[in-house]
């Protein structure tokens, strides 16, 4: 996947393996009227060195899984290992102290009453005995400042928490989290409460600074765009249950359901039905703009069978010709943008949207034509899902 | 690499080192007081074991050293024959007003070279600490200001008797007939009036005629122990039901004013016409305002009625003290007309229970009053004094 | 640059489920006991003797108690109300309006916080007689409330400012934006907003209304605690003040039972460091001066009074004749008095810390017992307690009857639950978030509680203290049955010099004053505290 050369010398494991693994993991809440069942089996895998995200919306269970791999709660049912060590498990629970798992939560979450070195240094064991003399002071000094260094802050060893901007403070909760040395760094939505340009610089230097440290990272969030642009592998979660777990483009290209297709990206959803199209490799479904070439994901596939084609904004175009479409409304992005259309003269036929780029985009009751681009003889890959009605 | 991995403490810490920190503040607190004790001992200098015998806990004195060292270099001063009675530190119970009871304790240690501890309190408050201490009381002594708390301990079999020689140099009106306690000073009950309000011989003849509805918010009353001893006289003369009548009738036409205090303050303002209190509050009164003429109020002197009770403030050796001859020495010299009388003559005025002593604050002399005939010891059973008090409303 | 709030609010989504977790048993147990320590005092009515059904019944049937009841719930709910109508409005008055001299005014106001309830009363009392000797306008219950109200206030107002100075003024504006006028705005958003702030002070001076005796018995107003009291001091009827005292108690129950029902058992919410921006202020406009004129007015009551009366007591025995000040006695009361508050800060302080975390950390019943178990004590007249700890000191304790820790206890008992309600407002705000963080970083939770927890509550535990200290500073009714014989806390010394009941201020003056100034250090710190938050 990605150059390993760099971590040589930081990473202590010789051979590639699993960092974490959790197992049929379940948690349940009480709650009025009923208990709420927070998790319900998860299972997930994370190799090390990797950088995986839990991608799902909020109430899904990912921040209670995260409290759990951090030992801050107690799963009810199933596993959490740590590479070889079982972490919970029925009846055994590792203390969160003695996991060496570091978190870098939402908002940083810096101790307000100890300064920017002494939050950094929170974890080296200031407060132990042997951490007294000289030489223990002054390793730590240097593992601070190399911290700090290392996420850009040098000079802020001094300052308070609230003298920092949210982005300096995430570095630093980040600093504190890595300072120890932990096994994983998870990481709970820290993004979320920055403006936007600050949030993509700053995942982009967390994610290259994981890299360059080689700690295995597991990133919880809600922001699909934050986990397929961050992660090198997606776990997407959805009551209580992990989904799907794949790398980004394979989320992307073949999501498990609708539900996460529509999670992850926009998408275009056609009725259709299988046939059998000599020019098209099978399966091949028809929809209201034509045959395409599809991957399966249930449903048989029989011919004629009834079926629902799923297509991304990005795979369809306007053109000279195809399927008469009346222009409902137009979103400008800069970049490209998307316009929402409805199938028929009279647009009444079911919805479409178009990714469409430059800055021509047709006007509000346009009549236009959409057609799927590229050569669908070459096999566009649109998952179909049997209509189950 | 520097991982705090052993840290495995768990909240279980939290109890030992709280009841760590707690019993730091509990050893601040005692070793504040024994080490005033010691600095006590040490001032003295040759008053060597001061604390030994009471323990440490009630020997120190409220100011550490200024006022322990002038005081025993005093009764060095003086050359008292007394030898081993230095030694002692007799604790003194008093319900009295307190810079009396001091007055009382530094003129015999003066005299005799004993040294006396002064708890203040309430006659009651007082008495039910010597109740609930029981046979381990620290008190040595108890001094009451009024007879029923002397008199209810005494019924307890608290007390040891008075020397009758003691008893001998005062007022016969005034001691009980158990001979346990000493009267050694006297209250009488009696009427403040506001002569811009009311005229002297417009003042009702007997507090019985109280209950008339035309008294109604004309008078004001305190129930104070000298009310209770008042009504528990009542019940003894005239029985429960005309007393309770009686009391009704108080509640209904009087002013509760809570305190004699108040009492005397609202006559002399002029709030209501007159009040039933007891006759020293109006000197106390008269003398920080400089004298009985700056005073707008009067004091009224009713006679052989429940209104002129003679009440006497009781002085007794505890049984459980462990320091009876000293303690029986101190009444003594209490009762002795140039010893405690002449410091109750002349500090307060209330009345001196010896017969031989005048007081110097200006008061009608105890002989011409006319107190109704009654043994002090009477007061001491107040059940049903409280049962009719309550049931009128009044506590 | 954000906030300075904006590193303390990350307890989001965690809050609801972490707080699911079974407390450790040690702190249970500890809570507990202290739970149980609280109690003590009710132990003894119920179990001295003397009591029985028979008797409780027939005392709740007699007219009298029907009246007492009726006066004590009077007298405590018209105090509760205008605490809170004076508490709450001048809380306005500084933090949301354009009054001139507004930080003064924030200080001035709390200042009657350290003042005792029995000098304030005594000096108006004095400064009746000497103004308008015939009138009787401050007695009865209409004095009474006046009297403990100006007394007794800041408890409300204090924490209600701090609430005020952190509330977001985006509420009230979008509620202005929809349409509501300034009050019904402040009515409908901000004022359930304060609602813990008020409920948490009024509840602390309804019990101590329902236990006040020095004060009401100068007011001539009679009340259950009254009765009591004077059932002890002058029946001589324990039995008959300990049947009393359970009515008193059951109310006590009552009380916390329906405070708590109506607050929700929710553990105090966060109030917030303060707000990023102020709110825009309301404009007195023409009518300044006369909310001047109403400040002034309450300051000359609240302060002017006892101040005046103390001052002129002061210079009357520096000059005139009279009793010389006996300074060394004076000095000794002083020390004796900062000794024992100081001492029983720090106790009162780490007894309450096992309870206010159960309650803030681990809600459940557990919790909300053991915390409601440390107001009881406050509704109940010192005189019960004293004797209580008498009965019990004597019995199983001898060593400790009658010496300074045993006084200290019961300070502790009594003003406890002053500790454990500052605290749980700096526990909420050191929220578990922060431990788990410690505890991933390899910490332990002993290190962490003392590291983390500690630290960021410590501004509430600290103002926690002070209140204690200043309570326990002021105390009289129990040092008067507790104190070590010939020891005298300020307060004993004060009533010692007005046990003659002359209303001349001149001998008790120098003790009054001198308990004034020390109380006045720890007032001064915790209205410091309030105002400008050190986080």
């Known amino acids: ?389 | 690499m520097i991982r705090s991995d052993r840290s495995s403490h768990r909240y279980s810490l939290l109890l030992p080192v709280l009841a760590c920190l707690l019993l730091l503040v509990a050893t601040a607190c005692g070793s504040s007081t024994s080490s005033t004790a010691t600095s006590d001992a040490s001032g003295a200098g040759t008053a060597d074991t001061t604390s030994s015998a009471t323990g440490s806990e009630g020997t120190p004195a409220a100011s550490p050293s200024s006022d322990a060292t002038p005081s025993v270099l005093t009764s060095g001063d003086t050359a008292t024959p007394s030898t081993a009675a230095s030694d002692v530190t007799l604790t003194l119970y008093s319900g009295q007003h307190e810079d009396l009871a001091k007055a009382l304790a530094e003129a015999f240690e003066k005299a005799t070279g004993i040294k006396i501890e002064v708890r203040a309190g309430s006659d009651a408050d007082l008495a039910n600490q010597i109740i609930e201490e029981g046979d381990r009381s620290k008190a040595d002594l108890f001094m009451s200001e009024e007879p029923g708390q002397a008199a209810a301990l005494d019924a307890k079999g608290l007390f040891s008797p008075v020397d009758p020689s003691t008893l001998a140099l005062t007022d016969s009106r005034l001691n009980p007939k158990s001979g346990n306690w000493l009267a050694y000073a006297a209250r009488s009950r009696v009427i403040f009036y506001n002569p811009n309000l009311i005229a002297e011989g417009d003042l009702p003849q007997s507090i019985m005629d109280l209950t008339d509805p035309k008294w109604k918010g004309k008078f004001a009353y305190a129930p104070s122990g000298a009310f209770v001893s008042t009504v528990t006289y009542l019940i003894n003369t005239i029985g429960e039901e005309k007393t309770l009548d009686w009391l009704k009738g108080i509640k209904a036409n009087g002013e509760n004013l809570q305190k004699n205090g108040a009492v005397r303050d609202a006559v002399e303002a002029g709030q209501i016409p007159f009040g039933l209190s007891n006759h020293y509050y109006w000197y106390i009164l008269a003398e920080s305002k400089g004298g009985p003429d700056k005073m707008t109020s009067k004091v009224h002197f009713m006679s052989n009625d429940a209104g002129s009770l003679l009440l006497a403030s009781g002085a007794a050796v505890l049984k459980s003290s462990k320091h009876q001859a000293e303690a029986q020495q101190f009444l003594a010299w209490l009762a002795q007309p140039d010893g405690g009388q002449k410091v109750i003559a002349t500090t307060t005025p209330q009345y001196p229970a010896s017969p031989d002593v005048k007081s110097t604050m200006g008061l009608k002399p105890l002989s011409d009053l006319q107190p109704p005939d009654v043994d002090q010891g009477t007061f001491g059973d107040v059940s049903k004094a409280k049962e009719l008090i309550t049931e009128a409303g009044i506590i | 640059m954000s906030g300075p709030t904006t590193a303390s609010s990350p307890v989001g989504r965690s809050r609801r489920r972490s707080q699911r977790t079974r407390p450790p048993a040690a702190l249970t147990i500890l809570a507990l006991v202290i739970a149980l320590l609280s109690l003590a005092p009710v132990g003894y009515l119920l179990l001295r003797g003397g009591l029985s059904p028979n008797l409780l019944i027939h005392e709740l049937r007699s007219p009298t108690t029907g009246t007492l009841i009726i006066h004590t719930i009077t007298l405590t709910a018209c105090v509760t109300a205008v605490c809170i109508a004076l508490g709450v409005g001048l809380a306005l008055l500084v933090v949301r309006t354009d009054l001139p001299f507004r930080s003064l005014w924030t200080v001035l106001f709390a200042l009657p916080l350290g003042i005792p309830a029995f000098v304030t009363s005594y000096t108006w009392v004095a400064t009746g007689y000497r103004v308008m000797p015939q009138s009787t306008f401050i007695y009865g219950l209409r004095g009474a409330v006046i009297v403990l109200s100006l007394a007794v206030y800041p408890y409300v107002y204090l924490p209600v400012v701090a609430a005020l100075r952190g509330l977001d003024p985006a509420h009230e504006e979008t509620a202005r934006a929809l349409g509501s006028n300034a009050f019904t705005a402040f009515f409908r958003v901000t004022l359930p907003q304060l609602r813990t702030a008020i409920a948490g002070g009024s509840l602390l001076i309804a019990l101590h209304m329902m236990a006040e005796f020095g004060a009401l018995e100068l007011l001539r107003y009679q009340t259950l605690t009254t009765a009591i009291v004077q059932r002890v001091t002058v029946l001589s009827a324990p039995e008959a003040a300990r049947t009393l005292s359970v009515v008193l108690a059951l109310g006590a129950f009552i009380l916390l039972g329906g405070d708590w029902l109506l607050r929700g058992h929710a553990a105090p919410t966060r109030t917030g460091g303060g707000a990023p921006r102020p709110a825009a202020p309301w404009r007195l406009g023409a009518l300044k001066p006369f909310w001047l004129l109403v400040c002034l007015l309450l300051m000359a009551l609240a302060l002017g009074v006892p101040l005046y009366s103390m001052v002129n007591g002061l210079v009357n025995a520096l000059t005139h004749s009279g009793a010389p000040i006996d300074w060394a006695e004076l000095g000794a009361a002083a020390s004796y008095t900062a000794q024992t508050s100081l001492a029983t800060a720090l106790a009162a302080t780490l007894v309450a810390l096992p309870v206010s975390l159960l309650a803030v950390r681990f809600p459940g019943w557990i919790a909300t017992l053991s915390e409601r178990a440390t107001w009881v004590a406050h509704s109940l007249p010192g005189v019960v307690i004293s004797l209580a700890l008498v009965y019990l000191s004597v019995r199983w304790l001898y060593p400790f009857y009658q010496t300074s820790a045993l006084l200290v206890v019961g300070y502790v008992i009594l003003f406890l639950p002053i500790a454990v309600g500052a605290q749980q407002g700096g526990i909420v705000q050191a929220s578990p978030h922060y431990d788990n963080i410690s505890r991933s970083l390899g910490v332990g939770p002993l290190i962490t509680f003392l590291r983390v927890t500690l630290p960021l509550a410590l501004p509430s535990v600290a103002a926690g203290s002070m209140l204690v200290f200043l309570n326990a500073g002021k105390e009289l009714t129990m040092t008067l049955l507790l104190h070590p014989t010939g020891k005298h806390t300020l307060a004993t010394a004060l009533w010692a010099t007005t046990n003659g009941e002359v209303l001349d201020f001149s001998s008790a003056a120098p003790y009054a004053i001198t308990l004034v100034v020390i109380t006045a250090v720890p007032a001064f710190i915790l209205i410091r505290h309030t105002l400008h938050p050190t986080r």
């Open chain 1, 1 to 389: 996947m990605q150059e390993l050369d760099v971590r040589e010398h930081l990473i202590t494991q010789a051979q590639p393996s699993i960092a974490l693994s959790v197992r049929g993991v379940t948690k349940t809440f009480p709650a009025r009227p009923a208990p709420v069942a927070a998790l319900r089996g998860v299972d997930l895998t994370v190799v090390s060195g990797s950088f995986t995200a839990i991608l799902g919306a909020s109430g899904c269970g990912k921040t209670t899984l995260l409290r759990l791999i951090a030992g801050f709660d107690r799963p009810d049912s199933g596993e959490i290992r740590l590479s070889d060590r079982v972490l919970a498990a029925p009846g055994l629970h590792v203390s969160p102290e003695r996991r060496n798992i570091g978190i870098v939560p939402q908002e940083g979450a810096l101790f307000p009453h100890l300064s920017v070195a002494q939050n950094v240094g929170f974890g080296l064991g200031s407060w132990q005995l042997r951490s007294l003399s000289r030489r223990a002071r002054r390793a730590r000094a240097e593992r601070i400042a190399e911290l700090l260094e290392l996420v850009g802050l040098p000079e802020y060893g001094e300052r308070r928490p609230g003298e920092l901007s949210g982005g300096q403070q995430q570095r630093v909760a980040l600093a504190r989290a890595l300072a120890p040395n932990p096994r994983v760094v998870l990481l709970d939505e820290p993004f979320s409460a920055l403006d936007a340009g600050l949030r993509a610089e700053l995942r982009e230097e967390v994610r290259e600074l994981l890299q360059r440290v080689g700690t295995t990272a597991i990133l919880v969030t809600h922001d699909q765009e934050e986990a397929l642009s961050l992660a090198d592998h997606v776990a997407i979660m959805r009551d209580g249950l992990v989904v799907q777990a794949d790398s980004p483009q394979g989320i992307y290209i073949a999501p498990g359901d609708p539900h996460i297709a529509a999670f992850i990206g926009e998408v275009v959803l056609l009725p259709g039905r299988f046939v059998d199209n000599p020019d098209i490799p099978a399966p091949c479904a028809e929809c209201a703009l034509g045959c395409v070439a599809v991957r399966m994901a249930g449903g048989s596939g029989t011919t004629s069978e009834q079926c629902m084609v799923l297509l991304r904004p990005e795979q369809l175009e306007i053109a000279d010709h195809g399927a008469a479409a009346r222009v409902v409304s137009t979103s400008f992005f800069g970049h490209d943008g998307i316009v929402r259309l409805r199938l028929g003269e009279d647009g009444s036929g079911p919805p479409v949207l178009v990714r469409i780029q430059g800055n021509r985009l047709p006007s509000s009751g346009d009549l236009v034509a959409v057609r799927i681009a590229g050569n669908r003889s070459a096999g566009v890959a649109a998952p179909a899902f049997s209509v189950t009605r």
